[in-house]
């Protein structure tokens, strides 16, 4: 038993977990605009996940040369392994692909990295990070696709980017909420300036656009509808139900499920 949570531990502080959800949007974006399956688009988005998180997560370890444990040295090498294959992924793309993923690259180098020593990284801005995730998530899993197939960026597409853009945005209202006991004060994330009921709010009320939208779409899919009706009282739940005594699993593991589960509604309704 106490194998399985360690394998299990390793599997969601390697960012396996997060990567799965990255890809199962990618997939959604593919099955909306009847995209054929591209090996090279989910393969680029899913090691690039592992490589970014874990990079993000860890590299303060390595650059101030703290103490290393043994799972984060097989996380290490997990996350090796991964970068060679998101590069051989990212080499395989189109050339357009390619220069529009390095705005994604430069954002996550700079989201971890200080440019200048001891200054902090626009991670440590106040306010700056839940758009910065939230704009590469939606970009990486819905215009990425798009382009690497030769479609043009038209309303639909767009509208698809606004509501993975406003759904991530709610699901990080959620970690927020989940950390906040162990935030520093000095990152000042909603909950810390609001408070949790409004935050709560406000993640709900975000929803209200992210359902909306659908019907700007240029043809109205009254399946998409049904399976966002669900999806949107699925997060509701998640929010409402957060507080700051929630284990880390219950944002590490079933939040980021909800793009997973997501999915699997779209492949059994639409």
């Given at each position: 038993?106490?194998?399985?949570?360690?394998?299990?531990?390793?599997?969601?502080?390697?960012?396996?977990?997060?990567?799965?959800?990255?890809?199962?949007?990618?997939?959604?974006?593919?099955h909306m605009f009847q995209n054929p399956f591209d090996l090279d688009m989910g393969g680029f988005a899913f090691f690039g996940t592992i490589f970014g998180y874990n990079f993000i997560k860890f590299e303060s370890f390595f650059r101030k040369k703290k103490p290393i444990w043994t799972e984060l040295k097989l996380i290490a090498i997990l996350s090796i392994v991964s970068l060679?294959?998101?590069?051989?992924?990212?080499?395989?793309?189109?050339?357009?692909?390619?220069?529009?993923?390095?705005?994604?690259?430069?954002?996550?180098?700079?989201?971890?990295?200080?440019?200048?020593?001891?200054?902090?990284?626009?991670?440590n801005w106040s306010g700056i990070k839940i758009y910065i995730v939230a704009f590469c998530w939606a970009g990486v899993t819905t215009l990425l696709p798009m382009i690497n197939s030769g479609i043009e960026i038209y309303q639909d597409?767009?509208?698809?980017?606004?509501?993975?853009?406003?759904?991530?945005?709610?699901?990080?209202?959620?970690?927020?909420?989940?950390?906040?006991?162990?935030?520093?004060?000095?990152?000042?994330?909603?909950?810390?300036?609001?408070?949790?009921?409004?935050t709560k709010i406000l993640g709900i009320l975000l929803l209200v656009p992210f359902y909306f939208l659908e019907f700007f779409k240029s043809e109205i899919d009254t399946n998409q509808l049904f399976i966002n009706a669900i999806l949107v009282a699925i997060t509701s739940l998640f929010m409402l139900f957060a507080n700051e005594n929630r284990s880390q699993y219950y944002t590490s593991f079933w939040v980021e499920s909800i793009p997973v589960f997501w999915l699997f509604l779209l492949w059994i309704f639409g």
């Open positions: 038993m106490h194998g399985i949570r360690r394998l299990f531990n390793f599997y969601l502080n390697g960012s396996i977990h997060v990567a799965i959800a990255v890809l199962s949007l990618v997939l959604m974006t593919n060679l294959l998101f590069g051989y992924f990212f080499l395989q793309l189109e050339r357009v692909t390619q220069i529009t993923a390095i705005v994604f690259f430069v954002l996550t180098f700079l989201y971890a990295v200080p440019l200048v020593s001891n200054k902090p990284n626009i991670r597409i767009f509208i698809k980017f606004c509501q993975r853009f406003l759904l991530v945005i709610t699901l990080i209202l959620i970690f927020e909420i989940i950390d906040l006991k162990n935030d520093d004060l000095a990152l000042e994330t909603v909950p810390q300036k609001i408070g949790v009921k409004k």
